[in-house]
């Protein structure tokens, strides 16, 4: 029964995981400013997702191995290692290619970043650790404490984010709904930072409804300003005119005029803004999420019940030889 | 497990003590870890003045950052070449099981884990003797600049303590234990760096002060579950 089940899931999560792969380039509409390599996100965020999620099945497995001593629990925790290694390549894989089409830099550092790179360095250690002790009970125990150990230390990672983000590529306030960009507000004539570009706001000229802001930046690594003008309908509060940064694909927007007080918000905008807005790449993007849950599930249950099996034969070969 | 489950406090920090000092009196008469420790700090600090301890490099708040980078890189690598030392010398002279009959295994980790401390302490006023001398670190703070280390040494112990009781168990002890200790170690090093090179500065003490509270919550929350963990090292 349980084997019909196991088959049954398999094909499931087979054609489930097909049919993402093919609405990402069939039903996904094309992002401006993203193009084809916007598709890879629908891959990205769900491997990403479930590299952690692994982590954290592999800590709770080796913290029941501590408690119950089964073995079973210990090829758990060692099957959602490997399968998060596994999905902690990819993740890291498909986001470098991301980064380095849109951003034009594979690898920055990038908080995210770090943590995955520590969690791959992580992975690596345990498996080195499993490598390094012959006897199987002593093996299990320890590399069960040093799973739990390392899960206590990850979290601090996350201290660590607010120091090194000034230099964040992810698109936090892009691709996040309900949370946003604070951007910068500042009165004509003044300067001030937006992420690590200085800004000077030249002026506001107001044209019937539209004011159109004139705006000088300057980009690290550039000696000259570059002139952006972005504009805004103040009647009905849209954003008209989104000028691209210089050899970036982000936008410089207007969001909010003061008029009266001779002020304005300015932002920078991602490309992919209010992606999750459209239903089909919505709904595209909860099937990855589930997809690779799902088979992260059916990957951990089959490596943990191919490892028992080792460990059954393994033993009945030292019980005849 | 075969101990009474209610040991009481004051034994148990006698105990603890009991094993700190007989670490201690092993380490003075071999001084395998010292000199191991202090030679490491020594070359380091000589290899890194070789190429920027020269006089004229502007202090831009890049150079200070790559001073303080320095000085962390030195410690964090005598550390995980000398703080294995503790377990894998009970494991080496075959005095595991003796230990384990006389103490119970928190005490043996707190024991331990004061040697080590007590390594650090060493560790870290040598080397920082030697950077500030050698490849003139100036410091600007100096009590913001010792809280910084305090900090960091006691997360670097915090830490590695345990890893070294899973290492002794294990082959390849000493290339085990860098790569089983670095990625646990990423956070508190990019604060620690961070922040020494603050302290760098002068009255950094407040700019300091977060960096420091989460060093010490880093220890805090390491040193606990290694309480919490130590039990079932020990027993495997």
């Given at each position: 029964?349980?084997?019909?089940?196991?088959?049954?899931?398999?094909?499931?999560?087979?054609?489930?995981?097909?049919?993402?792969?093919?609405?990402m380039f069939l039903v996904l509409p094309q992002y401006e400013g993203l193009g084809n390599a916007g598709r890879?996100?629908?891959?990205?965020?769900?491997?990403?997702?479930?590299?952690?999620?692994?982590?954290?099945?592999?800590?709770?497995?080796?913290?029941?191995?501590?408690?119950?001593?089964?073995?079973?629990?210990?090829?758990?925790?060692?099957?959602?290692?490997?399968?998060?290694?596994?999905?902690?390549?990819?993740?890291?894989?498909?986001?470098?290619?991301?980064?380095?089409?849109?951003?034009?830099?594979?690898?920055?550092?990038?908080?995210?970043?770090?943590?995955?790179?520590?969690?791959?360095?992580?992975?690596?250690?345990?498996?080195?650790?499993?490598?390094?002790?012959?006897?199987?009970?002593?093996?299990?125990?320890?590399?069960?404490?040093?799973?739990?150990?390392?899960?206590?230390?990850?979290?601090?990672?996350?201290?660590?984010?607010?120091?090194?983000?000034?230099?964040?590529?992810?698109?936090?306030?892009?691709?996040?709904?309900?949370?946003?960009?604070?951007?910068?507000?500042?009165?004509?004539?003044?300067?001030?930072?937006?992420?690590?570009?200085?800004?000077?706001?030249?002026?506001?000229?107001?044209?019937?409804?539209?004011?159109?802001?004139?705006?000088?930046?300057?980009?690290?690594?550039?000696?000259?300003?570059?002139?952006?003008?972005?504009?805004?309908?103040?009647?009905?509060?849209?954003?008209?005119?989104?000028?691209?940064?210089?050899?970036?694909?982000?936008?410089?927007?207007?969001?909010?005029?003061?008029?009266?007080?001779?002020?304005?918000?300015?932002?920078?905008?991602?490309?992919?803004?209010?992606?999750?807005?459209?239903?089909?790449?919505?709904?595209?993007?909860?099937?990855?999420?589930?997809?690779?849950?799902?088979?992260?599930?059916?990957?951990?249950?089959?490596?943990?019940t191919l490892l028992g099996v080792q460990w059954a034969l393994a033993r009945k070969q030292g019980a005849h030889g | 497990m075969q101990q009474p489950t209610a040991i009481?406090?004051?034994?148990?920090?006698?105990?603890?003590?009991?094993?700190?000092?007989?670490?201690?009196?092993?380490?003075?008469?071999?001084?395998?870890?010292?000199?191991?420790?202090?030679?490491?700090?020594?070359?380091?600090?000589?290899?890194?003045?070789?190429?920027?301890?020269?006089?004229?490099?502007?202090?831009?708040?890049?150079?200070?950052?790559?001073?303080?980078?320095?000085?962390?890189?030195?410690?964090?690598?005598?550390?995980?070449?000398?703080?294995?030392?503790?377990?894998?010398?009970?494991?080496?002279?075959?005095?595991?099981?003796?230990?384990?009959?006389?103490?119970?295994?928190?005490?043996?980790?707190?024991?331990?884990?004061?040697?080590?401390?007590?390594?650090?302490?060493?560790?870290?006023?040598?080397?920082?003797?030697?950077?500030?001398?050698?490849?003139?670190?100036?410091?600007?703070?100096?009590?913001?600049?010792?809280?910084?280390?305090?900090?960091?040494?006691?997360?670097?112990?915090?830490?590695?303590?345990?890893?070294?009781?899973?290492?002794?168990?294990?082959?390849?002890?000493?290339?085990?234990?860098?790569?089983?200790?670095?990625?646990?170690?990423?956070?508190?090093?990019?604060?620690?760096?961070?922040?020494?090179?603050?302290?760098?500065?002068?009255?950094?003490?407040?700019?300091?002060?977060?960096?420091?509270?989460?060093?010490?919550?880093?220890?805090?929350?390491?040193?606990?579950?290694?309480?919490?963990?130590?039990?079932?090292?020990?027993?495997?």
């Amino acid at each position: 029964m349980a084997q019909r089940m196991a088959q049954a899931a398999k094909l499931l999560i087979g054609v489930w995981i097909a049919g993402v792969a093919v609405a990402m380039f069939l039903v996904l509409p094309q992002y401006e400013g993203l193009g084809n390599a916007g598709r890879i996100i629908i891959m990205h965020v769900p491997t990403a997702w479930v590299s952690v999620l692994a982590f954290a099945v592999s800590a709770l497995f080796s913290g029941l191995y501590l408690w119950r001593g089964r073995t079973e629990d210990d090829d758990y925790a060692t099957a959602a290692a490997e399968s998060g290694f596994l999905f902690t390549v990819l993740a890291t894989v498909t986001g470098a290619i991301f980064s380095q089409v849109v951003w034009g830099i594979y690898w920055n550092w990038d908080p995210r970043q770090t943590s995955i790179f520590v969690l791959l360095l992580i992975y690596a250690a345990l498996f080195a650790l499993r490598s390094a002790i012959d006897d199987p009970t002593r093996r299990r125990q320890l590399s069960a404490v040093y799973s739990l150990f390392a899960f206590v230390t990850v979290p601090f990672l996350i201290f660590v984010a607010p120091r090194v983000s000034e230099s964040t590529l992810h698109p936090n306030c892009a691709f996040m709904q309900g949370s946003t960009c604070e951007g910068v507000d500042i009165g004509v004539g003044k300067l001030g930072l937006l992420g690590d570009r200085k800004i000077e706001l030249v002026s506001l000229i107001q044209t019937g409804d539209v004011v159109t802001a004139e705006v000088l930046v300057s980009e690290p690594g550039l000696s000259d300003d570059i002139r952006l003008t972005p504009s805004f309908n103040i009647v009905n509060q849209e954003i008209l005119d989104r000028p691209n940064f210089p050899g970036l694909r982000y936008h410089l927007i207007l969001q909010e005029v003061d008029l009266a007080n001779q002020r304005a918000r300015l932002n920078i905008e991602a490309p992919g803004t209010g992606l999750l807005d459209n239903s089909r790449t919505l709904l595209t993007f909860l099937a990855a999420i589930f997809g690779f849950t799902a088979l992260f599930f059916w990957m951990l249950y089959v490596r943990a019940t191919l490892l028992g099996v080792q460990w059954a034969l393994a033993r009945k070969q030292g019980a005849h030889g | 497990m075969q101990q009474p489950t209610a040991i009481r406090l004051p034994a148990l920090l006698a105990a603890a003590w009991a094993i700190f000092i007989k670490d201690l009196r092993s380490e003075l008469r071999t001084r395998y870890a010292i000199n191991a420790l202090v030679l490491f700090a020594a070359s380091a600090a000589v290899a890194v003045s070789l190429g920027v301890g020269f006089i004229g490099v502007r202090r831009s708040a890049e150079y200070l950052l790559i001073q303080s980078t320095l000085l962390w890189i030195a410690l964090l690598f005598a550390a995980l070449n000398g703080l294995s030392r503790g377990f894998v010398y009970e494991e080496e002279t075959r005095t595991i099981a003796a230990l384990r009959l006389a103490a119970p295994p928190i005490a043996v980790y707190l024991g331990k884990f004061l040697f080590n401390l007590a390594l650090l302490v060493l560790l870290d006023t040598v080397t920082c003797l030697l950077f500030i001398v050698m490849v003139r670190v100036e410091v600007g703070s100096p009590l913001a600049f010792i809280l910084v280390l305090a900090a960091g040494g006691l997360c670097l112990a915090t830490a590695t303590t345990i890893l070294a009781a899973i290492i002794a168990r294990a082959s390849f002890k000493s290339a085990l234990f860098a790569v089983l200790a670095f990625p646990l170690l990423v956070p508190p090093l990019i604060i620690a760096i961070q922040s020494t090179a603050l302290t760098l500065d002068n009255n950094a003490l407040a700019l300091a002060l977060p960096g420091i509270r989460t060093l010490i919550a880093y220890a805090v929350a390491t040193f606990v579950a290694s309480l919490m963990l130590f039990r079932f090292v020990w027993e495997a």
